[in-house]
């Protein structure tokens, strides 16, 4: 991509993560980092962090667009759950909370503290009275979900012996064309698997002597946060953005932002918390990131956690 320089005439070439940076303003969210400053201080973006890693049921980026409206929300729901659910109705002039609707446009919530008991109110569960409470932090079976689920995407993951200062890594294969691994796209009528052969197009490595799976988890996702925030590009840009061209900074920042907010919504205890933790503490601001990459890319790791992925469309090379 090319354009015009200082001096007439000349083009100057811009890395895929200057395009990303130009068009910020099709992203509401990164025009709202970018243009009104929102999060940019190292103690609004640890609140916002704090807030979608505990605000559990909805999507890292549906628990944005509430912090963004009300900040102090502790439960939504949709005013037909309250009544259905929980005997509750909303309060008169009680101001509706926006988010995205799966499958839909947009749907309308009210947070717990705009509603009031009718006569068929039962008490509040725990998940009401008690949103933010910490989960037992065990991945389970949530470990070997994700790692089939990335082979959708052409990741291949190999344990092996590395250094104690290093827990993994990922990268391009040099020839992509050379490997491919099966992936379960289906099951046919007599309940056969049916497969689908993806060629490898990254390998990651995770350090085998980590000391637990939880902890491999954590690393996992560091580096899927990486390939998803688009830092090694991507071969379909409706799968995921290239940004190739990134600093390293900014890189580093995203992916453990990414990796804080998945393993804190699980529970489970991250490095990424002491990385950011310590940047934060010694810096005013944060680096330039795309908050709209960073929600994104958690919604999806989350989701390639919790529940089988579909095969993508054009996954053939």
């Not at 895929?16 to 980092?33: H, I, Y």
């Not at 998940?127 to 079976?141: Q, T």
């Not at 799976?213 to 991507?234: D, K, Q, R």
Request: aromatic share 10%.
């Amino acid at each position: 991509m090319t354009r015009e320089g200082p001096s007439q005439g000349v083009l100057v070439l811009e890395s895929p993560a200057e395009v990303w940076d130009r068009d910020a303003s099709k992203r509401a969210l990164d025009e709202l980092f970018s243009l009104t400053c929102q999060y940019k201080s190292s103690g609004s973006y640890r609140s916002l962090l704090d807030f979608v890693s505990r605000f559990r049921f909805y999507s890292p980026f549906n628990a944005m667009l509430i912090h963004v409206q009300m900040p102090g929300a502790r439960f939504v729901a949709p005013p037909s759950r309250w009544v259905d659910k929980y005997g509750r109705r909303i309060k008169e002039g009680a101001r509706p909370l926006v988010i995205l609707q799966p499958m839909g446009p947009v749907m309308f919530v009210f947070d717990v503290s705009d509603t009031e008991p009718t006569k068929y109110a039962k008490p509040l569960p725990r998940e009401v009275e008690k949103p933010f409470e910490v989960l037992s932090g065990h991945i389970g079976k949530r470990l070997d979900v994700i790692i089939e689920n990335a082979k959708r995407d052409g990741v291949k993951i190999n344990r092996a012996l590395q250094g104690s200062q290093s827990a993994g890594s990922i990268g391009l294969v040099k020839d992509p064309k050379s490997e491919s691994q099966p992936f379960q796209k289906g099951i046919d009528r007599f309940k056969a698997p049916i497969y689908e052969y993806i060629p490898v197009l990254y390998l990651m490595t995770v350090n085998r002597n980590l000391p637990s799976n939880e902890a491999e988890y954590a690393t996992i996702v560091h580096e899927l946060a990486h390939l998803y925030c688009g830092h090694l590009g991507t071969p379909n840009e409706n799968w995921w953005p290239d940004r190739r061209g990134l600093n390293g900074l900014s890189e580093e920042f995203e992916a453990e932002s990414v990796a804080y907010l998945v393993c804190s919504r699980l529970g489970i205890e991250t490095p990424s918390d002491h990385y950011l933790s310590g940047y934060l503490a010694e810096n005013r601001t944060v680096p330039p990131i795309s908050l709209d990459c960073v929600l994104k890319t958690a919604g999806l790791i989350e989701a390639m956690t919790l529940r089988k992925q579909k095969l993508r469309e054009n996954s053939k090379a």
